[in-house]
């Protein structure tokens, strides 16, 4: 037997249910005999407990149980409802059932379209079923009736109010229970009949039921009930909050559904459409007029369509309408002329920049030879390496102004994510292209003049390799298809002339820097500095300082002094600041009401700038012997460094300080292994080389140092130290030396030589080979410098060396074994 379906049935019950419960009322209880015990048939149950006074619908399935009703209906009496313990068990045995149940009348059967039966059964009181008497064909018991206590404490009236405000708190939340079952239980006075009527009215699990059930003593079982009353509350509530959340979404999306299509009707009638179809309109007409590529053009229509079929307030609709304006807003034809007058590019570059002298020719050949074949579109991809401060940057503006083309700039500095260059696929959200797509859409033509900044400062990481996906943008066999990711279109970058700048050229990929033309910026020479200074960098300082009225003047020597003993760098940014340093001291004093100079003489300049900071490098003093004058590059310029060489007693062994690099120190050794092969005819004792050390030092220790260009320096300062004769201190060299004693050419000549020359030497020996780059030199240093090409460290020695000792050659001392053999 189980519970019946109301839905199922409700028509059925509704026919004959007054007839129905009137038939209920008229079967009398069982009246109990002396030991005040009845005996009556039993109807088992099956998820379902029925409370006394209570009329609830059942279902008879089984046969032992249509009998024993069909028996209790002959004689007009009532029977006993027991729960089963198992409501899985079929035939049900003594020991199945509660030890408590409840005496009920059973109305008339129904028969059902399933060929079970229904009927209506009102509880009476609870029962104990004493034993059971019967047990076929169906069973029977004799159980003592349970009289429950009429009495209301306090305790009692309290648990009572609570269990009713809690109920009346279900029926407002549980609208399946009607408004009348509260009404009725406010005018129930007994305890435990309002405890059952409660019960019976709550949806309460099968278990709670049955411990109801269980319960004799009417003020425990309100107690239970009250427990049992709060859980619901409890979950009603949460269930009723979570409606009226759904509720209100549900209300306010077609609260804007509504208002939205009353828009769209307003908008139709004073002929403005509604906003989402003219949004697609301005779209469409944006597409047709943006002269897009034939795929291009397809994939944005075909986008447009998409959005036009999803409702207006879909995610994905910002989506693709971000994707369509990318598209469309691409200069995907739009190009500027190019200026190709080769006099007026020259003149803008001289205007703007004062020596890069290889950089402004291979700017013009560019253009010369545009002028000459204007349709051809392969593109020059120029790389500016040089130290920070050169005008590598600003030179690309000049370029694009000479030709002119829009002047876009990107700096590469520090990125390590591909996706920066080729932008994020559209599955990501807040996906966009990579700086390259959105510089040229800033840039909004087709073929600007794109500066990529520090391109030798990209870093690979578990992200991606940017320098790899470079490869494609500076490739003019690749990059007229370039594809970004978020766009997944060919876009064109064949017309773009790429310009890139490093400092240094060791960290750029070799693939990479296969595709660039390389263009070296050297660091400006003192004079060029000063030429600047007086072009570009004192009428810009006297303008932003507002003392370009004052007539103020900077002398030749001044900014000589300013460069040498203020400023160590190869470009120009440190001398700018210390100019614009002074032009605020004179507008101090001009706004102060002081006397300020106009003139700016060598000895005001301490007192304007403070006392010196940089301390340049000056030639010996006198010929010493064991200090050689080696020449070095650096990347703020050229660099006169002395080395020096102490001959001590030891066993053999050579030590090399100053911050040596590896290359450096290989050079040490192939310099003294070179000494030992020629000790002959250098007329010196193989002896010495096992009995004393030799200690090579490069001061400025904190600097690091490295290169092969010290080789033949530190052959020359060891060969004076062993033989006693003098290094002339007017004499600076550099060259990398062989074990044979040949001299390799070296770089950075056009630096070492200007060192030289600032330092006061007189005599720069150079490689036989290196003579070639003497062509970029100033005149003035060629003139005042006595340049000495060489082949053999023969040629060094002869010209770097004094023929006579000054000092004694060292020699070991005798051991005491020698000493004896005398």
Known sequence: MTQPDWNEEEDNFDLTLSQRTEELYRIPNMEPNADELIEAVVLPLRDMVVFPRMVSPIFVGREASLLAVQEAQRKEQTV????????????????????????????????????????????????????????????????????????????????????????????????????????????VSEPGWLADMIATSLSLTYEAKLRLLLILDPKARLGQLNALLAQEVDVLELEDEIHARVQNEVDKGQREFYLREQLKQIQTELGEGDVFSRDASDLKKKIEAANLPEEAKKVAFKELERLNQMPPMAPEVGIIRTYIDWITDLPWSNSTPDNLDVKNAAKILERDHYGLKKAKERILEYIAVRSLKPKKERQPILCFVGPPGVGKTSLGRSIADALG?????????????????????RTYIGALPGRI???????????????????????????????????????????????????????????????TTANSLASIPSPLLDRMEVIEFPGYIEEEKIEIANRYLIPRQLDENGVENLGLVFEPAALQRIIREYTYEAGVRSLEREIGKICRKVARMKAEGKKYPVSIAPDMIEKLLGPQQVFPSEAERSDEVGVATSLAWTENGGEIMPVEVAIIEGKGGMQMTGQMGEVMQESGQAALTYIKSRAAHLKLDLEIFERLDIHIHMPEGGIPKDGPSAGITMATAIISALTGRPVFR????????????????????????????????????LPEKNMKDLVELPKIAKSELKIIPIKHMDDVLEIALSEKATTPPPRPRKRKDEEGEE
């Open 80 to 187: 006993i409802g027991l729960t089963q313990r198992d409501p899985e068990v079929n035939e049900p045995g003594v020991d199945d059932f509660l030890p408590v149940g409840v005496e009920m009348s059973v109305g008339r059967l129904l028969h059902m379209p399933d060929a079970s039966y229904s009927a209506l059964v009102q509880g009476r009181r609870r029962v104990e079923i004493v034993e059971f008497i019967r047990t076929k064909p169906y069973l029977k018991v004799r159980a003592r009736i349970i009289t429950e206590a009429q009495t209301v404490d306090r305790q009692t009236q309290a648990l009572m109010r609570s269990a009713l405000s809690m109920f009346e708190r279900c029926v407002q939340l549980d609208h399946s229970i009607p408004e009348e079952a509260h009404l009725f239980a406010l005018n």
């Open 405 to 425: 083309r829009k002047f876009v700039r990107v700096s590469l500095g520090g990125v390590r994510d591909e996706a920066e260059i080729r932008g994020h696929r």
């Open 437 to 499: 797509i959105q510089t040229m859409k800033r840039g909004g033509t087709s073929n600007p003049l794109f500066m990529l900044d520090e391109i030798d400062k990209l870093y690979s990481d578990f992200r991606g390799d940017p320098a790899s996906a470079m490869l494609e943008v500076l490739d003019p066999e690749q990059n007229f298809a370039f594809s970004d990711h978020y766009l997944e279109l060919p876009f064109d970058l064949s017309k773009v002339m790429f310009v």
């Open 730 to 765: 007017h004499v600076g060299m550099t060259g990398e030396i062989t074990l044979r004693g040949r001299v390799l050419p070296i770089g950075g000549v056009r630096e070492k030589v200007l060192a030289a020359y600032r330092a006061g030497l007189k005599t720069v020996l």
